[in-house]
Nanobody, 115 residues
């Protein structure tokens, strides 16, 4: 079975940093593009960042450009989201997504930015 497991979320003050991790298994991770999405309560889910199988970045949401960095380690089947200069509006559940077959989602990890 395909499994995507996010970790690294938590409570952080405005201006702080977090690094989210997504551990992937059950599919050909090294040949798959990967994405991070986020969703706040009552809000639509939005694409945050996408990365190609080669490690080339596809895109970032305009609201996070210059602050967030997506990366991957194909040898470890891991994708990361480094989040710097965090703002309260970054508060959301963050999801890892693999656009393979019918598409696969992780369970999500909560990020709360508050003083």
């Amino acid at each position: 079975q395909v499994h995507l497991v996010e970790s690294g979320g938590g409570l952080v003050q405005p201006g702080g940093s977090l690094r989210l991790s997504c551990a992937a298994s059950g599919f050909a991770f090294s040949s798959s593009p990967m994405r991070w999405y986020r969703q706040a309560p009552g809000k639509e889910r939005e694409l945050v960042a996408a990365i190609m199988s080669t490690g080339m970045t596809l895109n970032y949401a305009e609201s996070v450009k210059g602050r967030f960095t997506i990366s991957r380690d194909n040898g470890k089947n891991m994708v990361y989201l480094q989040m710097d200069s965090l703002k309260p509006e970054d508060t959301a559940v963050y999801y890892c997504y693999a656009p393979e077959d019918k598409g696969y989602w992780g369970q999500g990890t909560q990020v709360t930015v508050s003083s």
